[in-house]
């Protein structure tokens, strides 16, 4: 094997390191693989390291080959410490995620002094655009070698070594095609040149190509930019005139062997629903729970219709706006599930498709390279030098595409709000950068399909390029509550700060676009730039007095902001509209003389003359705007009416206060500026009826007229899970409740070794979890979680992982099989009886509690629990910790969710029995694909480790023998015969 190894790098050490967890301080090095090169001579060190401790069961199926017996025959830490020291020497050490072998290093072998370099991190800045910086993507898309999923440390040493071979390989002849363009900008030139803390950076000098190099001996590396798995499909017929009538040609669907589908015949129902509403320019609402297959519906409809009336030059209707709730799901469908289907309708090449997001979204190259931000250290340098070659050619931009590890590594986030597109500033059509925002933006008017979501269509603001036609709202249900949101008015005092800032201190500033304007136009004003900077400093002491206020009323208490509808307070704070009215008063009459003053000078400046095209005048006008919408807020927040509830908002550090307009009516508005002009609208959700019925949301979004369809339940909910309300936790706000919730996390976890996810209602709760478990499991191999990103980690059998998520995980997670066999709720989410637009539409609208709280409990609870069932052979357990004291709310859940009965029951109870229900769902799963396949007459061990393997189970069929099953499994709990 090493008369085969060749580095590009000498004198060096890849190493890697096996450990029994990810906390250095509770867990151990269990094994160190390392390659040297030095001096051209390669030779390697592999040995096992004795655990004082327990080791957890999964790392034996982690690491290929490794044994119980083997590991703890090996020598101890103390025993291989100095020879560790002695191969290692003095040479750079070359790790992939160093961050993981640096901690553990320091904290158990501090002998080692020896520099650190990160294989990933060089990944990320040669090629930012990857959607996974991991050993095995990078072994698989970067060579032609292929990558065991298993892993020990001698083996990931010497793919690191090779990765690291591809990479510099790949660079180089980029940097050759760069050459023959005549263009000479290599990037080891360009790090010497432009980036003053990049020189003596790791990695700079290995960037250079070394004189007379051949690659002769690196034969695995491959130079494809974007190696992709190609499925190979068979030429098959299609009629497209058929639509949903194609859902029963499996052959089209089939072809390629890449999933399986089968035939529902509601699932072609539905869709032709769409299709109906589609031709005939209606609206429709149509319940179609999980399982049934909407994606697929809608996206064929929305395909096939826009590809006809493309043929027929029917313009308006060769274009379809489909709206998700989240950006996820709208990467999910422009990565996944709208490229599949065309592609297995051969559309692939005939209609055009994409993602639209606000400006925000994206990374706008000008403001990168003015980030001062990013230009003082070698961490800056990085982040600036990875934001650039991703966006460099304007192919990349989306800032929720940028692969999380790198986004973390170079502490994106730290600069985001200095590097996106600013939407005030930012004109598209004028434009001259490679910017992929612009590329969007004009791709628009020519396509078919574009996913955008719910927060866009509100304001779609892309309409002189593309009219809203036919739309699907898919996830149609957050509507409901989100309209408040998006159609709400705000005054921010942090950000109104941040504004008049700019009046002196803008990128240019006001002051400066005024004078520019003014000498543009023959000096016609006296332009007083004191008189501009005493109203700005008069407004901030009114911000500032106000900010005062709040802090001496004592508003906040403990760590959340303050919430009040203004003029109806709870009892304690009737006194405060008075008292606090006359202040914003105050504030909002000194905005306008900066207003009237700033529109004086540029109507004085420009009198009648064209002004079309002058960037001064338009940015001064853009301001003068901003000042004049914030003067209105604040003067209608003053206003009491029925129509709006009027929230006072202060911030739990006294930091910032938002006074926000709320209309209440938001059914008007959604036919006013959602739909409006739209010909037809389909609403989809899995969970739109509240109470069997469609009244509630439909009625809130002034659809009474429309029409709407049920598909009936695609899973037995009743067989494949059970449903808990636990009654010994304590209640949410009760002291001992974060911990009796950990603790029963972290049992259920060893007992079902992870795969659960959890969901909280409350930021707070979930970060002191978080800091239970991070006590309760050290020294084992459970992760714990909190980043949305971190989801496709369950898909692991290997790792036992828990997340822990915030409201944004309620809905969009989709995890089928094994990786997710639990979902817990932290506490009901209701309402609180304080909640400003709760108390506006109980007091204005004479609404009872319940009949604003109850239809987003059921929404959202119903959301969370379709987290657990996402396929035919999921099941769990669905467990709601604090179910209050409210039975009514209990009882219509248990209606809604139409699922078993909910349980009332203890922790003690729900863990006893979870074995055995896990362990019948199993058996259940098994015996149905092993008929199935019986069936069949099929080769049974192969058969069945394909259908597992296609539904996500983590059951293995090692042999059968005797006409018996032995299988294996990550729980090791059915391990043998069947």
């Known amino acids: 094997m090493l008369q085969e190894l060749n580095s590009i790098l000498d004198n060096v050490i890849y190493l890697d390191i096996e450990t029994t967890g990810l906390d250095e301080n509770s867990s151990e090095i269990i094994e160190i693989g390392a390659v040297k090169v030095k001096d051209g001579v390669i030779t390697t060190y592999n040995t096992l390291i004795k655990p004082r401790g327990r080791v957890p069961i999964g790392i034996y199926n982690l690491c290929t080959g490794l044994n119980e017996i083997e590991l703890l025959s090996a ?15 003095d ?60 892993h020990r440390g001698l083996e990931d040493s010497i793919d690191t070594l090779k990765v690291v071979n591809s990479l510099l390989l790949r660079q180089w002849a980029r940097d050759d095609k760069s050459k023959s363009n005549k263009k000479n900008n290599s990037l080891y030139l360009s790090i010497t040149k432009e980036y003053l803390h990049l020189n003596n950076w790791a990695w700079t000098k290995y960037l250079l190509k070394p004189p007379f190099f051949t690659d002769e001996n690196y034969s695995y590396v491959s130079y494809e930019e974007n190696k992709q798995d190609e499925t190979v499909l068979k030429k098959i017929p299609i009629n497209y005139e058929l639509y949903e009538g194609l859902l029963e040609n499996e052959e089209i669907w089939n072809n390629g062997g890449d999933f399986g589908y089968q035939y529902r015949k509601d699932q072609r129902e539905f869709s032709k629903k769409i299709r109906e509403n589609f031709e005939k320019g209606e609206r429709i609402f149509i319940e179609a729970p999980t399982g049934s297959g909407k994606t697929f519906a809608y996206v064929i409809i929305a395909a096939i219709g826009t590809y006809l009336n493309k043929q027929k030059k029917i313009k308006d209707d060769a274009s379809f706006i489909i709206s998700t709730n989240t950006k996820e799901l709208q990467n999910q469908l422009i990565e996944r599930d709208i490229p599949t289907i065309l592609k297995k309708l051969r559309l692939n090449d005939k209609l055009n498709y994409g993602a639209m997001k606000g400006k925000g979204n994206y990374l706008c190259i000008e403001r990168l390279n003015k980030c001062e931000s990013l230009e003082f250290d070698e961490k800056g340098n990085l982040a600036l030098l990875f934001l650039r070659r991703l966006c460099a050619k304007g192919d990349y931009g989306d800032i929720e595409n940028i692969n999380y590890a790198a986004q973390k590594h170079f502490e994106i986030d730290k600069y985001i709000k200095e590097v996106n597109c600013d939407s005030e500033q930012c004109k598209l059509d004028k434009c001259t950068r490679p910017c992929y925002l612009r590329k969007r933006y004009n791709a628009l008017p020519e396509e078919n399909i574009t996913v955008i979501n719910h927060s866009l269509l509100a304001c779609w603001p892309y309409g002189e390029k593309k009219k809203i036609n036919h739309i699907i709202i898919d996830e149609g249900h957050n509507l409901m509550e989100k309209c408040y949101d998006f159609f709400a008015e705000e005054f921010s005092s942090f950000e109104f700060i941040d504004l008049l800032d700019t009046i002196e201190k803008g990128h240019p500033s006001i002051i400066a676009m005024l004078l520019n304007l003014n000498a543009s136009y ?86 009648d003359d064209e002004v079309n095209g002058d960037n001064d005048h ?100 009743k067989k494949r899970t059970r449903i808990f309300a636990l009654n010994d936790v304590g209640r949410y706000d009760e002291q001992s409740y974060i911990k009796n919730v950990s603790k029963f996390i972290f049992d259920t976890a060893q007992r079902i070794n992870g795969h659960i996810l ?217 391990n043998g015969k069947i």
């Open 618 to 717: 338009k940015g001064l006008s853009d301001y003068i705007a901003k000042l004049k919408s914030n003067f209105d807020i604040l003067d209608k927040f003053l206003e009491s009416t029925v129509f709006y509830a009027k929230i006072l908002e202060v911030d739990c550090e006294y930091k910032d206060f938002k006074l926000k307009n709320v209309p209440l009516n938001v059914g008007e508005l959604v036919n006013e500026h959602m739909l409006k002009d739209v010909k037809s609208t389909t609403f989809l959700s899995a969970t739109l009826r509240i109470e069997n019925s469609f009244n509630k949301i439909k009625k809130h979004l002034g659809q009474e007229k429309a029409n709407e369809f049920v598909i009936p339940p695609t899973f037995d909910l």
């Open 75 to 89: 020598r101890s830490l103390n025993t291989i410490k100095q020879e560790v020291v002695e191969f290692l020497e």
């Open 758 to 974: 959890v969901l909280f209602n409350n930021n707070a709760r979930r970060t002191a979890v978080n800091e239970e478990l991070e006590l309760l499991t050290r020294g084992s191999k459970i992760e714990v979680h909190t980043n949305k990103k971190s989801v496709g980690a369950l898909n692991d059998k290997n790792r036992q992982v828990v997340i822990l998520g915030s409201k944004g995980f309620f809905e969009g997670i989709d995890v089928p099989g094994d990786a997710l066999s639990c979902v817990m709720l932290d506490k009901i989410p209701n309402y609180s009886p304080e909640y400003p637009i709760l108390r506006a539409i109980t007091t204005y609208q004479k609404k009872g509690y319940q009949d604003v709280n109850y239809p987003q409990v059921c929404i959202k609870t119903k959301q969370i629990y379709g987290r657990l069932i996402r396929s035919t052979f999921d099941y769990g357990y669905f467990i709601i910790l604090d179910p209050g004291q409210n039975s009514y709310t209990l009882r219509n859940l248990e209606r809604d969710l139409a699922g078993p009965s909910i349980e009332i029951s203890t922790t003690e109870k729900v863990l006893s029995e979870m074995q055995f229900d896990y362990n019948n769902w199993k058996r259940n799963n098994i015996n149905i694909i092993i008929n199935n396949i019986k069936k069949n007459d099929k080769n049974i061990q192969d058969e069945f480790n394909n259908e597992a393997k296609k539904h996500k189970l983590f059951w293995e069929l090692v042999k059968v023998e005797n006409k018996e099953y032995y299988f294996k499994n990550i729980n090791f709990q059915l």
């Open 522 to 607: 023959g000096h016609r004003e006296t332009i007083e730039k004191d008189k501009l900077i005493y109203l700005v400093n008069e407004i901030i002491v009114n911000i500032n007095i106000l900010i005062n206020d709040f802090r001496s009323m004592r508003l906040v208490s403990g760590e959340y902001n303050f919430n009040t509808e203004f003029f109806i307070p709870r009892e304690d704070l009737k006194g405060i509209t008075k008292a606090l009215g006359s202040e914003i008063s105050v504030l909002k009459e000194s905005i306008y003389p900066l207003y009237k003053v700033l529109n004086d000078y540029v109507s004085n400046i420009t009198l």
């Open 91 to 150: 040479l750079p050490l070359v790790c992939h995620n160093s961050n993981f072998e640096r901690k553990f290093l320091s904290y158990h072998i501090p002998e080692v002094k020896n520099k650190i370099m990160d294989s990933m991190e060089l990944a990320a800045i040669l090629e930012p655009w990857r959607k996974e910086f991991n050993l095995n993507a990078l072994i698989k898309e970067t060579t032609n070698l292929e990558k065991n999923e298993l």
